[in-house]
């Protein structure tokens, strides 16, 4: 069913309260955009990366990319 065939009249406005307290679903944006690769590593290394961004709370693709930045900053 398309949205132009739903009937909303029958749904309350939302109170100041409730869109007081209304927050954003899913990720922030990161601001720069960022390239989509494929990369092949072994189950070990990846297991590696894993743990150390859970020591860190971070996503292990994050942590990935500072490491990959850092290293091309410094071979630069």
Do not use: C, W
Request: aromatic share 2%; no cysteine.
């Amino acid at each position: 069913m398309p949205d132009s065939k739903i009937d909303f009249s029958d749904i309350p406005e939302s109170t100041d309260e409730e869109l007081r307290r209304a927050r954003r679903v899913g990720r922030p944006a990161s601001g720069t955009a960022k390239q989509l690769i494929a990369i092949r590593l072994s189950p070990k290394l990846l297991n590696q990366l894993r743990k150390m961004a859970a020591k860190q709370r971070k996503p292990y693709q994050t942590l990935i990319h500072e490491l990959l930045e850092k290293a091309a900053s410094r071979a630069v």
